[in-house]
Nanobody, 123 residues
Framework: QLQASGGGLVQAGGSLRLSCAAS??????MGWFRQAPGKEREWVSTILRSGSRISYADSVKGRFTISRDNSKNTVYLQMNSLKPEDTAVYYC????????????????????WGQGTLVTVSS
């Protein structure tokens, strides 16, 4: 139900835009997580259906921007000023209901997951 794309190899300081296309009706809450080699999955950002609530992990705040186009049932993650430590497999996640802001970082709150797209940032 969730198909992520847009990953690739980029030099440090560069940009990438990830997309996550959902099938069916728009999910209320959609977000991005990432998992670097040998590390646990880490929350990146979340957006509600209306766009009224957006939240970012401190590690990406000011560099990444999440957005969504409900007419296309797609959520985006614009990643700028990329760093080698941003290297990871990025997963989109979704839930049919609202996730409160204090719980957006919890992977267990999300019911649906995409297959992941690899982002590699070279130094």
């Amino acid at each position: 139900q969730l198909q992520a794309s847009g990953g690739g190899l980029v030099q440090a300081g560069g940009s990438l835009r990830l997309s996550c296309a959902a099938s069916g009706r728009p999910f209320y809450t959609m977000g991005w997580f990432r998992q670097a080699p040998g590390k646990e999955r880490e929350w990146v950002s979340t957006i509600l259906r209306s766009g009224s609530r957006i939240s970012y992990a401190d590690s990406v705040k000011g560099r990444f921007t999440i957005s969504r186009d409900n007419s296309k049932n797609t959520v985006y993650l614009q990643m700028n000023s990329l760093k080698p430590e941003d290297t990871a497999v990025y997963y989109c996640a979704a839930k049919n209901q609202q996730i409160i802001m204090s719980a957006m970082h919890l992977a267990g709150q999300y019911d649906h997951w995409g297959q992941g797209t690899l982002v590699t940032v070279s130094s």
